[in-house]
């Protein structure tokens, strides 16, 4: 069983187009995250949710906009796509931790082309 | 803000090689420490961790202490395979800043046979 799932693994469109990535986790996890990787690796976060409620919200166009119908499932939809989104989109999630321990599971990718 | 800095790589090295990958980091609070690896066409995973001062992560023959006078949180492993080819990710947990995950820039290494 997969941990956490993302679909779909590969997105090709085209600029102007509107699309979605779904994320889902079995793992029983309170909070989840979207992450950015651009092709030189670097990871970025995006957005986290915790039970639904949104906690961490970086500098990104509002031309992305996360939605967390349950604490299990956490979509991305990204409006009007620019070249520049061109990205491997990564869903995490997590048990909130008091600690700093904050482990993550991320899931396996979506990579988004945009011609 | 929380920042974590890793040496860039390619790092390049043949099998039975001994690897370290330098990271340090700044952070507000008293942060957990993580490696994650990253192989090819796959998703990251958590590699080893330490949440305090003089703590030691390991896992694979992996190894990296948590250095607070320092700051750094070195990877290391003694004798390299083919295997251990992928991208390794250095990342602090910091509870001052809501637990969020800051990863830094990756290491690319590859062994060769």
């Known amino acids: 069983d997969t941990a956490v799932s993302q679909t779909p693994k590969y997105l090709v469109t085209q600029m102007g187009n509107d699309k979605s990535i779904k994320c889902e986790q079995n793992?029983?996890?309170?909070?989840m995250y979207w992450y950015k990787q651009d092709s030189k690796k670097f990871l970025k976060i995006m957005f986290s949710y915790n039970n639904k409620e949104l906690i961490i919200n970086e500098t990104v166009p509002n031309r992305f906009s996360p939605k967390s119908p349950d604490k299990a499932h956490l979509n991305l939809h990204i409006n009007s796509l620019e070249l520049g989104d061109s990205a491997v989109y990564f869903c995490?999630?997590?048990?909130?931790?008091?600690?700093?321990?904050?482990?993550?599971?991320f899931g396996a990718g979506s990579r988004l082309t945009v011609l | 803000g929380d920042s974590v800095t890793q040496m860039e790589g390619p790092v390049t090295l043949s099998e039975e090689a001994f690897l370290t990958i330098n990271c340090t980091y700044t952070a507000t609070g008293y942060p957990s420490l993580f490696w994650y690896v990253q192989y090819p066409g796959e998703g990251l995973q958590l590699l080893l961790k330490a949440t305090k001062a003089d703590d030691k992560g390991s896992n694979k023959g992996f190894e990296a202490t948590y250095r607070k006078e320092t700051t750094s949180f070195h990877l290391e492993k003694g004798s390299v395979q083919v295997s251990d080819s992928a991208v390794y990710f250095c990342a602090l947990s910091d509870r001052a800043a809501g637990n969020k995950l800051t990863f830094g820039g990756g290491t690319r290494v590859l062994v060769k046979p």
């Open positions: 793992l029983g996890h309170d909070t």
């Open positions: 995490a999630s997590s048990l909130r931790a008091r600690s700093g321990a904050n482990v993550l599971t």
